[in-house]
């Protein structure tokens, strides 16, 4: 197991990831944010769902993804007909505009990425998306084990809940 000053520097570098976020963002269409592409992005890969199903890949509240389907919506990015299996529901899908705009997206960022990382060996980046993924990877397999934090930070362990 890693020494507690090798998890603090984890968290500080994790908390910089959003400067790191913040310019991929910067080279979206300015018409789709962030929220935008990864619905049309989770649309491709898993295919048709409900919007119960897209919250819980986001890993957002109802609300929020509401608000994320109604402007790749309103902009005609993907379509929504009533779900056979229960009327009240509608089914969400990436239509061929929203296809075409995510393949502008992706060209957009993998052309950051590959400006920013021109100086990282082929190794260090195959080594960065290995590692990545083994860390979404853990916290999706500890999802259940994570507690949260009462206001006064005090930590809590799974035997104490």
Known sequence: MAAQSQYEELARQL??????????GRVLPADC???SA??????DRYGEMRMSKLAELLGIDMSVTSRH??????????????DPLD??????????SGLQLLSQVSERYTEALAC???????DDVGRLNELLARLRTSFGDTRHRLLPYPADSTTRTPSQS
């Open 15 to 24: 908390s910089a990831i959003g400067t790191v976020k913040r310019g991929l």
């Open 38 to 43: 990864v619905v049309l992005m989770l649309l």
């Open 69 to 82: 389907v109604a402007h790749v919506a309103d902009r005609g990015w993907v379509d929504r007909k009533p």
């Open 33 to 35: 944010p962030a929220g």
């Open 87 to 96: 009327r009240r529901s509608r089914l969400l899908s990436i239509n061929a």
């Open 116 to 122: 920013c990382l021109s100086d990282w060996s082929d």
